[in-house]
C-alpha cells in the first residue's frame, strides 16, 4: 500500500508517522495534483474519488483480518492500516 501512495506523489512525501508490530499510520502530503484538476472534467469531487479508492483496499484489508482508514485533512492523506 505504502508504494501505491509513493507513486501517486511523486512530487510530494510519503511518511510513516507511526509503526508498531500490528499498525501503520503514514502520510502521503501533496498527492498527486494533477490527478485533483483531472477529476473536474468528470465531475467527480476528490472526497468521491477517495470513496471510489477507499472501497475495494478496505474490503481487501477485511479479507486479510486488518482495517484500512483514510483521511484527507488539508491537502494531505492521512493512511492507517491495522491487524483487527
Partial sequence: ML???VT???NGT????EQTENKIQFIVKNF???LR???EVFNVTFEEYLKFFDFPISK???YMGSTY???DTDGNLIVTIEKK
Fill in 8 to 10: 501517486f506523489a511523486p
Fill in 69 to 71: 482508514t483514510q483521511k
Fill in 3 to 5: 508504494y501505491v501512495y
Fill in 14 to 17: 510519503v511518511e510513516i508517522t
Fill in 32 to 34: 498527486y495534483p494533477p
Fill in 60 to 62: 481487501l484489508a477485511e
Fill in 37 to 39: 484538476q483531472s477529476l
